[in-house]
């Protein structure tokens, strides 16, 4: 009865673990995915925008980043840097080899023998040696997850808490249009660059219809250039 509990406990504490492991790597892989928005963010941002809009833009980005990376210092030593202890007798299973052989040559004096000799339990004497090694093994090994499931908390806790200045630094990331590939500001540069281009081809052409009124002189015979420049005046 009391090996079968404490059996079921140390067996517990070493589910528990990989439980803990895979809550550690969900925020973990939040983390990093935070992370990446964040980056996305900042190289798209249009350093060319309202610098109050800038100032609190980074100042959000960074509480954000500091809290981001306070949950993945936290989730790293959730993670990292535990040895469970097993239950490895120091002779290894030689004693219950031994235990096993002692007990098998006692029944074969008894069948062979009048003179009977008691013999003792296995499972009473293999109690007796395994059940201190595996009420140490569970306590050191609660421990050990109750120091992990501490460390992650204060990992989601530090992402949620991050959550909140970087959702408001995307909202003015948005609703400012800080973003320097907007369509709206795309639309903008072309209309310049088309306005840029007519202009352009506006003065090229004032420049060759000065060449060709300053030309047409020399080409009509003196009656045909008084007439022109009647015609002008």
């Known amino acids: 009865?009391?090996?079968?509990?404490?059996?079921?406990?140390?067996?517990?504490?070493?589910?528990?673990?990989?439980?803990?492991?895979?809550?550690s790597q969900f925020t973990s892989a939040t983390?990093?995915?935070?992370?990446?928005?964040?980056?996305?963010?900042?190289?798209?941002?249009?350093?060319?925008a309202s610098k109050t809009e800038l100032i609190i833009f980074h100042l959000l980005v960074f509480i954000g980043t500091l809290l981001i990376s306070l949950s993945v210092l936290c989730s790293t030593k959730a993670l990292t840097g535990y040895d469970y202890k097993l239950i490895v007798p120091e002779d290894g299973f030689d004693h219950f080899r031994k235990i096993f052989?002692?007990?098998?040559?006692?029944?074969?004096?008894?069948?062979?023998?009048?003179?009977?000799?008691d013999i003792y339990s296995i499972d009473d004497e293999v109690s007796d040696y395994i059940l201190p090694e595996m009420i140490a093994c569970t306590r050191e090994n609660r421990e050990i997850n109750k120091k992990r499931v501490e460390w992650n908390r204060k990992s989601i806790r530090s992402t949620i808490f991050s959550l909140i200045p970087l959702f408001l630094a995307s909202v003015i990331f948005v609703c400012f249009d800080l973003d320097v590939a907007s369509p709206r500001k795309n639309q903008g540069i072309e209309d310049k660059s088309i306005e840029n281009s007519l202009h352009s081809i506006d003065e090229q052409l004032k420049k060759y219809r000065y060449s060709l009124t300053s030309a047409i002189p020399d080409i009509l015979s003196p009656q045909e250039t008084l007439s022109h420049e009647q015609r002008h005046q």
């Open 31 to 48: 983390n990093i995915a935070v992370f990446t928005s964040v980056i996305f963010m900042i190289r798209r941002i249009d350093y060319g």
């Open 1 to 23: 009865m009391i090996l079968d509990f404490f059996k079921e406990t140390y067996f517990h504490e070493l589910e528990f673990r990989e439980k803990i492991i895979a809550r």
């Open 101 to 117: 052989e002692h007990t098998n040559a006692l029944r074969e004096h008894n069948f062979a023998n009048p003179n009977k000799v």
